[in-house]
């Protein structure tokens, strides 16, 4: 599931004509750096449900803990996320 993440994750950047690679994940913030404004978050959050089955509200994206893309898609791929 973690790869499957990775790959949506560098798809839906690169649709937007962001170049990001995994490497990059760590030490990324996907708040903070400004790659996505608020419509795009919003469009992050229904592909994730619509493409992965995965529901995810806005305020689990702003939680602390899950500041790097990386650290997202640890919690993302953990089953509790399913929708």
């Known amino acids: 599931m973690k790869r ?3 790959v949506f994750f560098i798809d839906f950047f690169n649709e937007r004509g962001i170049d990001i690679e995994v490497c990059d994940f760590e030490s ?6 400004g790659l ?3 419509f795009e978050v ?3 959050l ?3 449900e619509v ?3 995965i529901r995810l509200s806005p305020e689990e994206l702003y939680e602390e803990d899950d500041k790097s893309i990386s650290a ?12």
């Not at 990324?28 to 750096?33: A, V, Y």
């Not at 997202?72 to 929708?83: Q, S, V």
């Open 72 to 83: 997202l898609i640890d919690k993302l791929a953990l089953p509790l996320h399913k929708a």
């Open 42 to 44: 919003l469009t992050l």
């Open 36 to 38: 996505l404004d608020s």
């Open 51 to 53: 493409e992965l089955n």
């Open 4 to 6: 499957k993440l990775e």
């Open 46 to 48: 229904i592909n994730l």
């Open 28 to 33: 990324t913030n996907l708040i903070s750096s």
